[in-house]
């Protein structure tokens, strides 16, 4: 008898119902994760296809970090004024690859300067320029401040950026650098 019970709970409405949902619900989330890029194979990047370094996801003032998304926000926000690769712009911004002021920094205390950013002339600044609050752009918010930090601890780690000379730099600032 448990023979045929169990075959009539197999051609159940009801059964094959939550099967049909099941399968659904695995092939939905097959599809979210191909478009977003995850892959068996890589599921710890959710851009699996993407060149940059990889490295493993870290927690910064409470925000879990992507790094490659940080390199995106860096592109699009810091890069004119700090240089797509991050070894600053004559007479705009700092070279950030080589920034003993970002080296000496943890995490949060990144996140604070960050938020506020730095006027002309400040202690800290090396080539006396204005740093905007946010990088200039107020809609970004904490959690993508955080990838862009995680970002610039990849780079920091990376080959020696170009340097520039002292003509490069304001007069202020010349021998500032060392």
Request: glycine content about 8%; hydrophobic content about 40%; charged content about 20%.
């Amino acid at each position: 008898m448990a023979r045929s019970a169990f075959a009539k709970l197999r051609r159940s409405p009801a059964t094959i119902w939550w099967l049909r949902l099941g399968a659904a619900a695995l092939a939905v989330i097959a599809v979210t994760l191909a478009v977003a890029g995850w892959s068996v194979s890589n599921a710890s990047s959710p851009l699996a296809g993407s060149a940059a370094p990889r490295e493993v996801p870290s927690v910064i003032d409470g925000h879990f970090v992507q790094t490659e998304f940080g390199r995106q926000l860096f592109m699009q926000n810091c890069s004119s004024c700090h240089g797509t690769d991050a070894s600053g712009m004559p007479r705009q911004g700092a070279n950030l690859r080589d920034s003993v002021f970002v080296s000496r920094r943890d995490d949060r205390q990144l996140m604070s300067f960050l938020r506020v950013g730095r006027r002309p002339g400040e202690r800290d600044s090396v080539l006396g320029l204005t740093m905007p609050p946010r990088g200039g752009n107020a809609r970004l918010e904490d959690d993508e401040l955080a990838d862009i930090i995680a970002y610039l601890r990849l780079v920091q780690k990376q080959r020696p950026a170009r340097q520039f000379s002292s003509a490069d730099l304001p007069g202020s600032a010349r021998g500032a650098l060392q």
